[in-house]
């Protein structure tokens, strides 16, 4: 099965862009084709205009021209054309592997895109997806990134950095999975059976949404005494 690109590049380009394909006309032009009453030549595009026909209709004229589309579901960037199984090592298909030398793809992944500041102002339609709201933090971002590298240990690395760092403070979730790490360790040192465990609100529902990527969800079951939901 091919996974696109789904390193930390392509998942800020995911998070911080407001469109779902790219690679086709500029949306501003696509718009003014499709509305010319709302947007005159004198008249700049905004999506606000819209309405949620228009705005249906504008999104099949921006995929029937696009090269690439962002699957905010899994966070990746496929091809338009996506061959959807492979045999390659890297399980990208041949199609998606086109993307790599795409001028324009490269262009969008190192334009300058919404911050941790000016993230909240994209509108939260863009944010349907659970885990895509928790991804909107980029130091989660960086963590989820990391998931997708084979060596699992680089996802356990870049936790404990940020750990270290502060970044996690006042953040329930992790706060209580980095307790919940500790005292399942001190148990096994002492030989003490790990029945008995207590999982909080905050992470069962930490669970919940990781139970839709099967990889990362089952590195966490293994750390932490084999939770299930």
């Known amino acids: 099965m091919c996974q696109g690109f789904n390193d930390s590049e392509y998942v800020n380009y995911i998070i911080s862009s407001p469109a779902s394909f790219g690679g086709g006309k500029k949306p501003e032009i696509v718009a003014k084709e499709l509305f010319p009453e709302k947007f005159p030549e004198n008249v700049s595009f905004t999506r606000k205009k819209l ?96 998931m997708n590298n084979e060596n699992d240990a680089e996802f356990w690395i870049k936790l404990a950095q940020f750990g270290l760092s502060g970044a996690f403070d006042g953040d329930n979730t992790f706060t209580e999975l980095a307790s919940l790490m500790v005292q399942i360790k001190e148990k096994k040192f002492q030989g003490k059976s790990l029945k008995g465990l207590r999982y909080s609100e905050h992470l069962v529902h930490f669970f919940s949404l990781l139970s839709e990527s099967s990889r990362e969800y089952e590195i966490f079951r ?8």
């Open 51 to 146: 309405n949620n026909n228009e705005r249906k209709e504008f999104e099949r004229a921006l995929e029937s021209e696009a090269t690439w589309r962002l699957d905010r579901e899994v966070l990746a960037i496929f091809h338009m054309q996506c061959e959807k199984k492979t045999s390659n090592e890297s399980s990208i298909c041949n199609k998606c592997e086109q993307l790599k030398s795409n001028k324009r793809l490269n262009e969008a992944l190192k334009a300058k895109r919404a911050t941790n500041s000016t993230i909240k102002y994209i509108p939260r339609y863009y944010y349907n997806e659970p885990l895509l709201k928790l991804l909107k933090n980029s130091n989660l971002r960086q963590i989820w990134a990391s």
């Open 222 to 229: 293994k750390a932490f005494a084999g939770i299930s939901i």
